[in-house]
Every structure is written in structure tokens, then in C-alpha cells.
């Protein structure tokens, strides 16, 4: 499995927690408020767990940018990628 579609799991299987979502049924372009109706105090929750989970810091401005399920994804897998690179991943 490859970096991205390890984060994209990653990301999935906490929104699920979050959103009480199958994490089947969550899709990339899924809106995080219309869709899985995560309010702020939802989307801080589940930004503390991916900054836990992948061992980075999400900042203020990012959490504000981020629309989807995409956006997370796309967004952690940049800020994690030359960690795994590092590693020889």
C-alpha cells in the first residue's frame, strides 16, 4: 500500500469514529460538515487524533482550509511524506 492510500485509510477510519460514518461509505470528495456533519468541536477532535496518530502538528490556518476528505488526505500526505521517505518507505 502506498503512502497516500495509507494516510487516506488513516484519515477515513478516524472521521468514522468521529462522524459515527461507515468508513465505507466515507468518500474522498465528501463534504466534512454537510456530509459527515462534523461540527468545530468534531473536526478539533479529530484533528488532535491525525496530529497523534501521524506525529505532526496541524495548524489553525490549515484546519480552517480544509473542506474535505481530500483536503485532510491531501494535506497530511505532504506534510508526512519525507518522514516515510526517510525511513527508506
Do not use: W
Request: net charge negative.
Amino acid at each position: 500500500m502506498d503512502h497516500y492510500t495509507q494516510v487516506e485509510q488513516t484519515v477515513k477510519e478516524v472521521l468514522a469514529k468521529q462522524s459515527k460514518v461507515d468508513v465505507a461509505n466515507i468518500k474522498a470528495d465528501a463534504l466534512l460538515a454537510e456530509d459527515l456533519r462534523l461540527d468545530s468541536f468534531g473536526a478539533l477532535e479529530t484533528a488532535f487524533e491525525l496530529e497523534e496518530k501521524f506525529a505532526i502538528q496541524i495548524p489553525n490556518e490549515a484546519l480552517s482550509s480544509v473542506k474535505t476528505v481530500k483536503d485532510i488526505v491531501d494535506y497530511i500526505a505532504a506534510q508526512t511524506h519525507d518522514k516515510t521517505n526517510a525511513g527508506g518507505c
